[in-house]
């Protein structure tokens, strides 16, 4: 749990569902293996079409990754749209390139992946330190180094996103505490976060959100805690 300075009381750490798109479904894979990624249709939604799926989930807060069109392959546009409108709040990854790859009614993620050098131009929007093997794609650079430099640009906040963590419940890194600590705005962590346990250890370390999906349809992560937007224990 995380302590307000502002208040007296103790604020939860927020629960946020990841959906990732790839031709007009959701899927589900392992380790940024995306060439691997197949339809989620073994999981608590009967259904890997976009907006079903998340009538079954109703969660919150929703995180999307437009897998297309981060490999410029194609888009979501109008499903993204449509499934914002479901959600309370709605943070998409859709590949942006440049400022003019904004898109309005969502909280925009800028993934360092896709972005190029220039961050400056992206204010109000998130931004994804992306993560493979412990470097940030694709600079190679630390990602403390990376959040560090964050904190000269005009972002509403940070998303440190493991992706070789992703779908494989594979647990947290031991340096959390530290990695917070390099970054002073909202923060929030994605991959590998096996269940309630990891939950506990990210909320300790002083992190706003994390964003889920294995672990919710494993059973390991309580499906009500999305729908309530924030952790409960």
């Not at 380790?31 to 999981?43: F, M, Q």
């Not at 998130?126 to 990376?146: F, K, N």
Request: charged letters at 20%; hydrophobic letters at 40%; proline letters at 4%.
């Amino acid at each position: 749990m995380i302590l307000n300075p502002n208040s007296d009381y103790v604020e939860h750490m927020e629960c946020i569902l990841a959906m990732d798109l790839k031709g007009g479904v959701v899927v589900h894979g392992a380790k940024g293996r995306r060439e691997t990624y197949a339809p989620l249709d073994w999981g608590l939604a009967a259904s890997a079409e976009p907006a079903a799926y998340l009538a079954d989930m109703q969660p919150k807060y929703l995180y999307i990754a437009d897998l297309d069109r981060i490999c410029g392959v194609g888009d979501h546009d109008r499903q993204v749209k449509e499934l914002a409108g479901m959600v309370e709040r709605c943070y998409v990854d859709r590949g942006c390139r440049s400022p003019s790859d904004l898109m309005g009614g969502v909280v925009n993620v800028i993934g360092t992946e896709t972005a190029g050098d220039d961050l400056a131009g992206y204010a109000g929007s998130y931004l994804s330190v992306d993560i493979m093997d412990g470097r940030v794609v694709p600079s190679g650079e630390a990602p403390r180094s990376v959040l560090e430099q964050a904190e000269a640009l005009p972002f509403a906040g940070c998303i440190l996103l493991h992706i070789s963590g992703v779908g494989t419940g594979c647990g947290l890194p031991v340096d959390l505490e530290d990695l917070r600590a390099a970054y002073g705005g909202r923060l929030l962590w994605g991959g590998g976060v096996s269940g309630v346990r990891d939950l506990d250890v990210l909320e300790g370390a002083g992190f706003d959100g994390a964003i889920v999906a294995t672990g919710v349809h494993r059973g390991t992560i309580p499906l009500e805690w999305l729908r309530e937007g924030r952790t409960c224990s």
